[in-house]
């Protein structure tokens, strides 16, 4: 079981983006996909969860908004996108798998690094 | 929305001492807790679910315990490889949330 995520990227603020994050060794259409940020030197943020066999989506309150959860169960892979980034977006992002029946998270992605200056 | 809250926020340890690492929720979580170790430039990963059970592959020398508001998470004798930090997360109330991290530093 294995999620593997796009690469860093650098970014103006205003711009859009769209990470990806691609499951492979299992079922990705029968297993919930999260995405947790992690700001530089802080704690871990959970934003949002997708089941790509259905595309159904949950997202945190604090996250509600500003970003977009989405996937393409025909190339196993889910996507967190922004459409005006800011610099305050700049941080570490993973995704994880989802447990089948419980909400902790195995394995994680490498992480994408996002870095939005001016 | 609940706070977790893990305590202290770094710990110095010598190798081979143990470590003992705390995390407190504000309201009953039952044993929907888990712990995850970060390395230095890694991603997590899962150590602890069920506030007690072993991921698959993590050695025998971590082990939870706890329920309802208090859990804690030990590590009977510190290996080189261990020091990073650790987080816990709750799944027991939506959204899941993590605390805020202790960081297991060498002494």
């Known amino acids: 079981v294995q999620l593997v995520q796009s690469g860093a990227e650098v970014k103006k603020p205003g711009e859009s983006l769209k990470i990806s994050c691609k499951g492979s060794?299992?079922?990705?259409?029968?297993?919930?996909i999260a995405w947790v940020r992690q700001m530089p030197g802080k704690g871990l943020e959970w934003m949002g969860i997708?089941?790509?066999?259905?595309?159904?989506?949950r997202y945190s309150p604090s996250f509600q908004g500003q970003v977009t959860i989405s996937a393409d169960k025909s190339i196993n892979t889910a996507y967190l996108q922004w459409s005006s980034l800011k610099a305050s977006d700049t941080a570490m992002y993973y995704c994880?798998?989802?447990?089948?029946?419980?909400?902790?998270?195995?394995?994680w992605g490498q992480g994408t690094l996002v870095t939005v200056s001016s | 929305e609940i706070v977790m809250t893990q305590s202290p926020a770094a710990l110095s340890v010598s190798p081979g001492e143990r470590a003992t690492l705390s995390c407190r929720a504000s309201?009953?979580?039952?044993?929907?807790l888990a712990w995850y170790q970060q390395k230095p430039g890694q991603a997590p990963r899962l150590l602890i679910y069920?506030?007690?059970t072993r991921a698959t592959g993590i050695p025998a020398r971590f082990s939870g315990s706890g329920s309802g508001t208090e859990f804690t998470l030990t590590i009977s004798s510190l290996q080189s490889e261990d020091f990073a930090v650790y987080h816990c997360?709750?799944?027991?109330?939506?959204?899941?949330?993590f605390g805020g991290g202790t960081k297991v530093e060498i002494k």
């Open positions: 997708i089941y790509p066999g259905d595309s159904d989506t």
């Open positions: 060794g299992y079922s990705f259409t029968n297993y919930w």
């Open positions: 069920g506030a007690s």
């Open positions: 994880a798998r989802r447990d089948s029946s419980y909400i902790y998270f195995d394995p």
């Open positions: 309201q009953t979580v039952s044993i929907n």
């Open positions: 997360q709750q799944y027991n109330n939506w959204p899941p949330i």
